[in-house]
């Protein structure tokens, strides 16, 4: 019974292969990728340019500061005025470009005093909330400018 059942699959596995069409096998192409060449490019030989000497000021970005506009407004807390009456420490709010140089510049140009000491920081920006609204408040530079001992600066003249 094995052997019927062997002998007729083959039977019918033959039948069909001579029943279907033959179908022409087509060669594939293979498509092989080749590095193409660059154009060749010409050399050019290179340009003598003259250096030309230019001012300082215009090659800074800095100097786009006045001495007007590198100080702000002053300061004022608790803090600060103890040290502008004990320690002869004025506190300011400083544009965020300025650095220590010109902070001093602009101060002693400003209010015709003799500068010690500037120190310069960032203070950074707080996320804070008001009920449901999220916010924040922003982020400026300080600068804690020390006067030469014997000077005064009254801020809020009248």
Known sequence: ????KKVATEATE???VEAAPAVEAKPVKKTTTKATKPAKVEKVAP??????????AAVT??????SFSAILRPFITEKSMKGIEKQQKVTVE???RANKTQVKLA???TYKV???KVNILNVRAKYTRRGQYPGTISGFKKAIVTLVSGQGLDLFKE
Request: charged letters at 30%; zero cysteines; aromatic letters at 4%.
């Open 47 to 56: 340009v003598k340019t003259e250096k030309v000497a230019q001012p300082i």
């Open 61 to 66: 970005s800095k100097a786009a500061l006045s």
């Open 114 to 116: 003799k500068v010690k």
């Open 94 to 96: 400083v544009d965020g």
């Open 14 to 16: 033959n039948k069909v």
């Open 1 to 4: 019974m094995a052997r019927t």
């Open 107 to 109: 101060f002693e140009a």
